[in-house]
């Protein structure tokens, strides 16, 4: 074998050279979601999935479950809050969310807030099962994971101190 080869045999070559396997399985190490990108070949043509559409549709499945207050932890709700008020700078729809995606397989990670009052363990196996159905159909791929942190939970009281705020007498006629 040579020294570029991969360990275990049975895997075949990576579809960009940033991508490098850990032996078990074709996921390459960093979960940076901008380089990797799933190709599919033809005899009509090639298919290519990039990492980013993979971590938009992943976010958006999450986001569906009722109980995700938000997607993300501290600093990446903060940036996503500036990016939203800036003109063109859009939505975040791949805020905490990494992914990884090989030739025929993706692994998730998720960071996200829940609401108060949700059982987490069902939230999480929500969000699971919903991100693996969404990225599978979608896409092609094998989901081999789905990991997920509960960075916070949301209480409703910081709902009211919001709106309160923002809702308030204006100071000003």
Same mark, same amino acid.
């Given at each position: 074998?040579?020294?570029?080869a ?8 990576q579809?960009s050279s ?8 074709? #996921? $390459?190490?960093?979960? &940076?979601? +901008?380089? !990797?990108?799933?190709?599919? /070949? ?36 903060t ?6 008020? #800036? $003109?063109?700078?859009? &939505?975040? +729809?791949? !805020?905490?969310?990494?992914? /990884?995606?090989?030739?025929k397989?993706?692994a ?12 987490i ?15 599978e ?5 094998s989901?081999?994971e ?9 209480l ?8 309160r ?9």
């Amino acid at each position: 074998m040579t020294s570029g080869a991969q360990t275990g045999g049975a895997h075949s070559a990576q579809s960009s050279s940033a991508q490098t396997s850990t032996g078990s399985s074709s #996921i $390459p190490e960093s979960r &940076t979601g +901008s380089q !990797s990108e799933q190709v599919a /070949e033809t005899s009509q043509g090639k298919t290519t999935i990039a990492a980013g559409v993979v971590q938009k549709i992943a976010g958006l499945a999450a986001r569906e479950i009722e109980g995700v207050h938000a997607m993300g932890g501290g600093v990446s709700r903060t940036f996503g809050a500036i990016r939203e008020r #800036i $003109p063109g700078g859009g &939505t975040s +729809s791949t !805020s905490g969310v990494q992914v /990884e995606v090989g030739e025929k397989q993706a692994a998730v990670d998720l960071d996200m807030i829940v609401e108060y009052g949700v059982p987490i363990m069902d939230l999480a196996r929500a969000v699971r099962r919903n991100v693996i159905h969404a990225v599978e159909r979608m896409t092609g791929l094998s989901v081999i994971e789905v990991n997920i942190a509960i960075d916070d939970v949301h209480l409703p009281s910081e709902d009211e101190g919001e709106s309160r705020e923002s809702n308030g007498p204006s100071r000003v006629q």
